[in-house]
């Protein structure tokens, strides 16, 4: 089983529709979770990150966090053109260290 | 631009060859992280410094990788006797260690080709 894992994909959703991007992590004792966005032959790009249980919203995008669940999610709302991009969802495990990234899911917003 | 910087961007090399890369992180941050990523795949992560110190390696980090960062500013990734497995992306990130989420932010990368 991998640390952090996420459906590769692609996601096609509808220009303005709800994009929901999904993850789970095997490690109990990890403490954040990052949302990068990275668009072809670029560099990973911080979205968000959360820590609390429960939700956390910031423009369009919103995190979801249930660490009972040991699951992690990103809303995209009213997805646009520009949003289709490839989502990795990454763990801390400890204050400070590596992240541990999913393989990443691949979103294409169709106009 | 005061955001991470790495050089080159792009390296090709014939196996067998040494390359080395570098990573300016942003001014203020003491933390500076090497990650390689290959097609389709998230960033794995390599190593990472606080300020000078070295404070992990990973297994994928095998002896002809070495990482430095002498004075706690600017770091260097050198590979030696390069492998044809060895071509991919390297990312550097830095973050400001003390803040309540340590928050990495990635450099463009560089893309290395083994021929």
């Known amino acids: 089983q991998k640390e952090v894992e996420q459906n590769s994909g692609p996601l096609s959703v509808p220009e303005g529709a709800i994009a929901s991007l999904n993850c789970t992590y095997s490690?109990?004792?990890?403490?954040?979770f990052f949302w990068y966005r990275q668009y072809s032959g670029k560099s990973p790009e911080l979205i968000m990150f959360i820590y609390s249980n429960g939700d956390k919203e910031d423009g369009r995008f919103t995190a979801q966090l249930n660490k009972a669940s040991q699951y992690v999610s990103l809303l995209i709302r009213d997805s646009q053109p520009s949003d289709s991009a490839t989502y990795l969802c990454?763990?801390?495990?400890?204050?400070?260290?590596?992240?541990?990234f999913g393989q990443g899911t691949e979103l294409s917003v169709k106009p | 631009d005061t955001g991470v910087s790495q050089n080159p961007r792009h390296k090709i090399t014939k196996r067998g060859q040494n390359v080395t890369f570098r990573c300016d992180p942003i001014?203020?941050?003491?933390?500076l992280y090497w990650y390689r990523q290959t097609l389709g795949q998230g960033p794995e992560f390599l190593t990472y410094f606080q300020n000078e110190a070295q404070l992990e390696k990973s297994r994928l980090l095998s002896d002809r990788f070495s990482a430095e960062r002498p004075k706690g500013s600017f770091s260097t990734l050198e590979i030696q006797r390069t492998e044809q497995g060895d071509s991919a992306m390297y990312l550097c990130?830095?973050?400001?260690?003390?803040?309540?989420?340590?928050?990495?932010?990635f450099g463009p990368g560089t893309r290395l080709t083994v021929l």
């Open positions: 990454a763990v801390e495990r400890n204050q400070g260290g590596k992240l541990i």
């Open positions: 990130a830095s973050s400001f260690a003390g803040r309540a989420t340590d928050t990495q932010y």
């Open positions: 001014s203020e941050h003491n933390r």
């Open positions: 490690d109990r004792g990890s403490q954040s």
